[in-house]
């Protein structure tokens, strides 16, 4: 990466990858060691979760393995954040974290189940346009939507994990013969469990659809 962010300004989020767990507890050391972000410019006490302004767009980078949950130090943040942004200044508001909630592949389905219940609706209530995040290798768009129904006041989320990955491209799909993952699959690296069964629409009753969602556009 050296070559390419010596020239060129760049922000980061961390992922799964950069956890690292050393001795004595510490985990993150490398990606907090290495990178510089505007934490402390934008409120934030942790580099593992800030926000920037860039041109029209104010940009919101939340970290999917740091707590997350309703009274925790980051949703506390971005709460205060969301309410500070002035749509006068940056009519774009943009969200990145690393493991999408939107997400159709076998792969990591489900897998942030309760990121999303603990933070959908907030970013939702203040209209964050675009969300994008990787961790599935594979590129998918969605349609806008909210709690897993097609509404047009929330965000298109867009996985963009195919870019740079090394390991392997994602081919699988939830919705394809026999590609259902179990419940007792995907289990993340940091955070709880929160697997569920749709409760309305197509699939209401099960765990994955027989066709792709109506909430992804494309992939």
């Not at 290495?34 to 939340?62: C, D, Q, T, W």
């Not at 994008?132 to 994990?161: K, Q, W």
């Not at 990955?165 to 469990?193: L, M, T």
């Amino acid at each position: 990466m050296e070559p390419l962010i010596s020239r060129v300004p760049m922000m980061v989020i961390e992922g799964n990858h950069e956890i690292e767990p050393q001795a004595a507890g510490l985990t993150f050391q490398s990606y907090l060691t290495r990178y510089s972000v505007p934490s402390k410019e934008s409120g934030s006490n942790s580099n593992l979760y800030y926000s920037f302004n860039a041109g029209g767009i104010h940009f919101i980078m939340l970290g999917a393995y740091v707590d997350y949950n309703q009274t925790s130090a980051q949703y506390s943040w971005l709460q205060h954040d969301l309410e500070k942004v002035d749509r006068g200044v940056t009519p774009w508001l943009v969200a990145a974290w690393h493991s999408p909630w939107y997400n159709s592949y076998s792969s990591h389905y489900q897998e942030f189940e309760c990121m999303r219940q603990e933070m959908e609706e907030m970013l939702y209530t203040y209209r964050v346009d675009i969300v994008f995040s990787g961790h599935v290798h594979a590129y998918e768009r969605m349609n806008r939507v909210y709690n897993y129904t097609l509404d047009p006041c929330g965000p298109v989320y867009i996985t963009v994990g195919d870019g740079g990955n090394i390991e392997k491209v994602d081919a699988d799909h939830a919705d394809d013969p026999g590609k259902c993952p179990s419940p007792g699959d995907n289990i993340p690296e940091f955070g709880g469990v929160c697997h569920m069964n749709f409760s309305s629409g197509p699939a209401k009753g099960k765990f994955c659809w027989d066709r792709q969602p109506e909430w992804s556009a494309y992939r």
